[in-house]
């Protein structure tokens, strides 16, 4: 008997794949940027063959990374190049069933493996609403949303993913059940141990179940488009729309003019919300009649803060709208490299740091463009970074870094942060070890030693 097929033995043979093409969509992440290595693919049915699958990797010593809808874009889901051990992707993928949702206690359970889409389809079947969206979400899944705590457009009314949890079911390192799989509103018995999994990134344990948060449908929706000089008048009119609408401002979307124009090239279906070039849009969506929105835009207009703006006329041009942001991801990744950040900071500092970053790269870095998009109304920009046309081999690795490197630096000035909303992975760990709070890093470390002391939970990613 082989090494391998000496691991293997133990495990139902239904959920092991050691073919390489049933491997190989899932050894690379979406961007196509990282390539893992692994020996086998494990597909658990249910709750009771990831404990078997847990238990299993514990005595054998292997490594296991938990998979969802492969879209996370810090290379947390996909394995090490070379990793020290021998290492199996457990994908959640079989285990994709949703309850009906309680509209009464506005709630749904859903297994890890479900597909974000899928849960705002079940929500909506009971008159509800799951309020986390985001481009990936026809493929992106409930345990990767936990595991990273996604955020999406829609964090500045609802927050993020972790608003969004009213219980889960994990199964730990040592193969127990952590059962917190409840729709309690309420909970003060003790430590709240559901919360070390979420953001977790797959570190601490595989999430197998989640009873998540809904919300009553809205009773009217108005998505407008706006054409602005800079994010400070987007911050204006974000704050014209809080003082008309309250509560109610649903995603508040900022873009830079050469990343909404990138899609015009990409996508040649997409056509232009306004007639003009400008140098940023902001894509508003309202849960408040057009009339209000209509309102707000005009006096924004006739303060100057606004260049241009119109309102969609129907939820087709409403989607339309939405995909021109939706469609920035996918136009990046094709048009070449970038160096991604993904920094958050308060809100009202926004237009300050956007400033300094700007002036810093045409500065230091001249020939490297800024292309910048984001969820401006949590304070949450993608302030990405397009590699020069005539750079040389290797500018990505040297001054690329350094680049990086010195937007964070910034950003530390203002206190912000390194990860909103993509995680740490392998892409910033390094850079979280250099910048992050040394008693924050001692506690991640025995917290992860205590519940994983054999070090088999997602090996090589969050630590440097
Ligand atoms: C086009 C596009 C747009 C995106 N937009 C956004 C956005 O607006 N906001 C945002 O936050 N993110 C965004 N993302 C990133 C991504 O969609 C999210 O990080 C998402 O939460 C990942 O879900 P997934 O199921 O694909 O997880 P994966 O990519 O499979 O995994 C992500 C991490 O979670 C861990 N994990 C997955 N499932 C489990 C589990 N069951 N138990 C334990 N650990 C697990 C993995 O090990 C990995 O560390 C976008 C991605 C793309 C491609």
Redesign the pocket.
């Known amino acids: 008997m082989g090494a391998l097929e000496k691991r293997l033995s133990g495990l139902p043979a239904d959920i092991v794949r050691t073919a390489p093409e049933d491997l190989a969509s899932h050894l690379t992440d979406?961007r196509g940027a990282k390539q893992g290595r692994a020996e086998m693919l494990l597909l658990p049915r249910n709750t009771s063959d990831v404990v078997e699958i847990v238990r299993w990797a514990a005595a054998n010593r292997v490594g296991l990374?938990?998979?969802?809808?492969?879209?996370?874009?810090v290379g947390?889901?996909v394995p090490e190049p070379d990793p020290s051990g021998p290492v199996a992707v457990l994908s959640?993928r079989r285990m994709d069933a949703i309850s009906p949702a309680d509209p009464a206690g506005l709630s749904m359970v859903a297994e890890?493996?479900a597909i974000l889409a899928n849960v705002h389809t079940a929500a909506e079947a009971a008159g509800c609403r799951f309020p986390l969206s985001?481009?990936?979400r026809g493929?992106?899944?409930v345990?990767?949303?936990?595991?990273?705590n996604?955020?999406?457009?829609q964090v500045l009314r609802h927050g993020?993913?972790r608003s969004l949890v009213l219980g889960l079911e994990?199964v730990l390192p040592d193969g127990s059940i952590l059962d917190q799989l409840t729709a309690l509103r309420k909970d003060n018995t003790g430590y709240d141990i559901k919360q070390l999994?979420i953001g977790?990134?797959?570190t601490l344990?595989?999430?197998?179940r989640v009873a998540l948060k809904l919300s009553p449908a809205l009773a009217h929706r108005s998505i407008g488009w706006a054409g602005l000089a800079s994010p400070k008048e987007a911050l204006a009119l974000l704050k014209r729309l809080r003082a008309a609408a309250g509560e109610v401002v649903e995603s508040f979307e900022l873009m830079a003019g050469a990343a909404v124009e990138l899609t015009f090239d990409h996508a040649p279906n997409i056509r232009p919300p306004l007639a003009g070039a400008h140098d940023y849009h902001v894509l508003i969506e309202l849960g408040a009649k057009a009339s209000v929105l209509e309102s707000v835009l005009a006096a924004a207009i006739e303060a100057g803060e606004v260049q241009d703006a119109t309102i969609a006329q129907s939820e087709t041009q409403g989607e339309a709208f939405w995909s021109i942001r939706?469609t920035i991801?996918?136009a990046e990744k094709r048009q070449g490299k970038t160096i991604k950040n993904d920094i958050s900071i308060a809100v009202a500092d926004l237009p300050a740091f956007h400033a300094e970053a700007l002036a810093l790269l045409q500065q230091k870095y001249p020939g490297a463009r800024p292309f910048v998009f984001g969820?401006l109304g949590d304070g949450n920009l993608h302030w990405n970074i397009r590699v020069p046309v005539d750079a040389p081999e290797g500018w990505l690795a040297t001054e690329g870094e350094a680049a990086r490197i010195s937007l964070h630096d910034l950003l530390m000035r203002y206190r912000g942060s390194i990860s909103a909303?993509?995680?740490i992975?392998t892409l910033k760990a390094a850079e979280l070890g250099r910048l992050g709070n040394p008693g924050k890093l001692a506690a991640m470390r025995a917290i992860k030693s205590a519940l994983d002391p054999l070090g088999i939970m997602?090996p090589g990613?969050l630590f440097a």
């Open positions: 979406w990374v938990p998979q969802g809808g492969n879209t996370g874009l947390g889901s959640l890890a493996g985001l481009g990936a493929s992106a899944t345990g990767g949303l936990v595991s990273t996604a955020g999406g457009v993020n993913m994990a999994l977790a990134e797959g344990g595989v999430v197998t939706e991801p996918e969820h909303e993509h995680g992975g997602n990613k």
